[in-house]
């Protein structure tokens, strides 16, 4: 069902940015600037491209773009305001569904998070389970910022990685 | 009715990139970014934070910046899913009065000057007129693609500064 290389590289630019606009959350100038590298030779050089594109912004606009994430089971999530990407996300870590001891924790944790470092904490739902998000959360809030405003990049990008994989073909699941 | 200074630097980043995230056009991570350096000492400060955040994107930045843009009286502005921003100024230059020929004139220079830079005519079109638009990109799609670059980001930053002025009390408008 997902594009193959050579489909995704045929595509004009507005078309590329209305599929692949929201790999990184709300950063549609990240996929729009990527399509400037085109052609891309597999799944692996598009993903690259754009991790590329995020080590070389200036650390305010890595900042940037940890800013432009939601709070995991936080007010988008309660106002039905996330991008469906995370809504999924967040539903499939079990962040829709916290009793209200998880939650009340979860929401002092994200502020106490966001007051420590002037962005939110990041984690890439898919790959992790509630409990392990409540303990990293704890553990991450301990981190000096420059540390944590790695980990968080770290995390946009496995985010990324899955997101490209629900629409580009890569070379692990293409068996040629 | 706008905010002062104070009270735009007083303000945590969630409630700055809700009101400030459009001043570039679905370039969130722009304002985001540009929070870090707060307090701004008066308007001017904030817009030339902006401004200098995007001089030191790489080329395929600007160009990114440059494909979040919607074509004028192009097909969001016909399917309704121009940002108000967007839909504001495109109608206060007359983008969604457009006679037949007016308008097959502007969808063919859109599609000409796409196919030709690989990204959209940007204009600040609270600055100009229909006939005025029509001249320009007529005009424009001439240009090389480094001076088109650059000229689409000069207008972004007209744009830029005109959405700021509806939101926070500028010096020129602040009889102290």
Chains 1, 2 share one sequence.
Request: with cysteine.
């Amino acid at each position: 069902m997902n594009m193959d290389i050579a489909a995704v590289n045929a595509l004009p630019y507005e078309d590329f940015v209305n599929i692949f606009g929201n790999v990184v959350e709300k950063c549609p100038i990240i996929t729009a600037a990527v399509w400037s590298r085109r052609p891309f030779v597999n799944f692996t050089a598009l993903e690259a491209a754009i991790s590329e594109f995020i080590d070389e912004l200036p650390e305010s606009g890595k900042e940037g773009i940890l800013r432009c994430h939601p709070d995991l089971a936080g007010r988008d999530l309660h106002g039905g305001t996330l991008t469906r990407e995370s809504r999924e996300e967040q539903a499939g870590a079990g962040m829709d569904a916290l009793n209200s001891v998880e939650a009340s924790n979860m929401a002092r944790l994200n502020e106490e998070y966001k007051e420590r470092f002037g962005f939110p904490f990041v984690i890439c739902a898919r790959m992790t389970d509630k409990a392990n998000i409540l303990r990293q959360l704890s553990e991450r809030c301990r981190n000096e910022r420059a540390v944590e405003r790695a980990r968080g990049i770290e995390e946009v990008k496995k985010i990324c990685r899955l997101r490209l994989q629900a629409l580009v073909v890569s070379e692990a699941s293409n068996k040629l």
